[in-house]
Nanobody, 124 residues
């Protein structure tokens, strides 16, 4: 099993920045890909970014491209999501996810492990 714990959410004004962290523990050697997703009230969980745990290309949703940056520190088994130029529509619970699958997927169903989520609220 893999455990994921997110942190770093909070309340920020529009135009501000936040950095989310996701610490992985347990059988981390089984992780192939990691992703960030978000879910706003009354909406489905949506893809934000995804990347290979070992490195390589990172994929972003069009809505966050150019504003959000995903990175990782393998020595710390931690992935990060730097969120800049935040907008009120970015308000959501943000989830970290990990997958044992080969393909870097944008679909929540393709991920095997999930964190508990962290709330991000952007005020206008």
């Amino acid at each position: 099993q893999v455990q994921l714990v997110e942190s770093g959410g909070g309340l920020v004004q529009a135009g501000g920045s936040l950095r989310l962290s996701c610490a992985a523990s347990g059988r981390t050697f089984s992780i192939i890909n990691t992703g960030w997703f978000r879910q706003a009230p009354g909406k489905e969980r949506e893809f934000v970014s995804a990347t290979r745990w070992s490195g390589g290309s990172t994929y972003y949703a069009d809505s966050v491209k150019g504003r959000f940056i995903s990175s990782r520190d393998n020595a710390k088994n931690t992935v990060y999501l730097q969120m800049n130029s935040l907008k009120p529509e970015d308000t959501a619970v943000y989830y970290c996810a990990a997958s044992r699958g080969v393909v870097v997927s944008t679909k929540p169903d393709d991920y095997d492990y999930w964190g508990q989520g962290t709330q991000v609220t952007v005020s206008s």
